[in-house]
């Protein structure tokens, strides 16, 4: 095991008037647990909104969660795992931290603006490495930035261009260069095909992929589109409203969506077959309530297709139900 | 309706020209779905914004002709296009947060454009302007019609587009990447509504995407775009089902799918080019599989087969078995 989310919630107070007073929250992510462990790929899938953003930035430590706890298990001590697990909070220990930082990295959505333009790509790539004093010489850090290069596919002599000069595929593979740099031990992929064209697409799939089984790392990879988060995944997640209603394994999510949220999701997705159009079919009306006011009970009820009396006052919880699945839906948890 | 003939829109800039659309040819039938998909930078959009007379005139060169219901587009003037703009031929863009005037409401705006182009009172275009976004499915519409644009959502803003668009009840409606900055379930409800109106109306559109997945639901036909130059054509079902070009092969199989899971995804080799490096002879050739000496220089040209298909590529000099 690397990280243990344990009941992570995020919310992000909007504040008003000239003493900007909190007058509300935004209920970004609500108690989300889970745990991964090295070589593993647990997808987040959801509509914009859904926490799955903030969930990753949450685990990088971009923000600091309002309640719960991560633990993480520094290097060497997978073993026993939960005994030398040491929390991720705003006070832990320095080095600790470093560690964190060192171990968990990100690859981001937008491949124009996660990039520093006015760095050399050689700059980008180094720049962690001098961070944490990896390299002891000029030479040795010019060897390791060549390496890394080649090692996601581009050529060395490209360490003294800058970003612009790249496409968007290129750039990404730019970012994921600098994602492994420090060779980390978990990588938060978010959306890191979305902003790609479709050709490239693969490209960086079957990229991360390589490296995920030359590394072991572990990804907590995050995106709307179902089909990669397919791919990828050992495990899915699926968000709605910061809430996740349900976890299972690629196969079984997709041979048997239990949650009517996941199910209403799969039937969206164009299907590639003029013959079987599938628009008219589409049940799910209306759109995702704010997450500023989220509805009472169960936060799916608004749009479901089989909402029951229950579902409007009580909130069902994430349960096992059968083998390694779990959902939130009365429906399926009596 | 419209018919393109060996359109070329180069832009000037200062490193010379650049060949964003490439002497293309198409023309979009009455009451059809027509979908121009391509990658970024293949032209697509261009094409949209010139047959809208939307480019600057000192900033392009323009060659060839667009022709409307036998009219030609290019020789008009700026005033005369204007009024086949909109009524005539409607359009909606992608990013329905930035299509809006943050500073007024979407009534003021839907307002703005029946002053333009008709001469209904006030209560008319009031009423018709109602109407449409009930039509269009907004719920509560009257008092949507008082809200500013931050106050809506992205799918429900794209409603509003398009009951903007539509309520002119123009011939052609070009809607370009309409659902690309929506989520899955709301693309699927406004595709749904396009597909509908499209039949209730009789507009023809123009759909423009880079989604294969959109095409397959909601095209007659489909022409695939490659750098400024359209290299496939053909009706929806022979193109998912029997795709020529290399480059539309390559697409279609470089589809994320479930069942292949754990193996390596095929992929096109290489990036798309941009505008101002598009190689010699065929562009596709340096990402292209079956790629042949010729293809390095000879550009090919548009070759027609038994079936509806068009393809510009040179394995199909000799017909169709490639």
New interface residues.
Partial sequence: MILKVDKVKKYFPIKKGIFLLTAGYVRALEEVSFEISEGQTIGVVGESGCGKTTLGRVIAKVYDATSGRIFYTPHGKENNAIAQAAEIRKNTEKQIMKNYRKDVQMIFQDPYNSLDPRMTIGDILAEPLQVHKVCSSEAALNETVSQLLLKVGLYPEYASRYPHEFSGGQRQRISIARAIALHPRMIICDEPTSALDVSVQSQIINLLKDLQKEYQMAYLFISHNLDVIYHVSDWIMVMYLGNVVEIATPEALFEDPLHPYTSALMKAIPNWNPEERSLGETTLQGEPPSPIAPPSGCPFHTRCEFVMERCKTDKPRLSEIGQDRKVACHLRVQ | MIAVNHLQSYFKTEDGLVKAVDDISFELRPNEVLALVG??GCGKSVTALTVMGLLHRNKTVLKGEILFNDKSLLDLPPEAYRLIRGEKIGMIFQEPMSAFDPLYTVGYQMLEVLKAHTNLSIEKQKQRAVHWLKNVGIPEAEKRFNQYPHEM?G??LQRVMIAMVLMLQPEVLIADEPTTAL???????V??LI?NLQKNEGTSVLFIT?????V????DRVHVMYAGKIVEKGT??QV?HHPLHPYTI???T?????G??GK??????G??P?AYEFPEGCRFHPRCPRKLPRCEHDNPPEISLETENCVACWLYEKGESA
Avoid: C, N
Wanted: no cysteine; charged share 25%; glycine share 8%.
């Fill in positions: 990658e970024s959502s799918g429900m989520d899955v379930t709301i693309q699927a409800q595709l749904g597909r880079h989604d294969l997945g959109v397959a639901e909601i095209a929806v079902s998912f390559g697409l279609l470089s589809r994320v799918v479930k292949k899971k390596e995804l095929p992929f096109i080799r990036y798309v941009r």
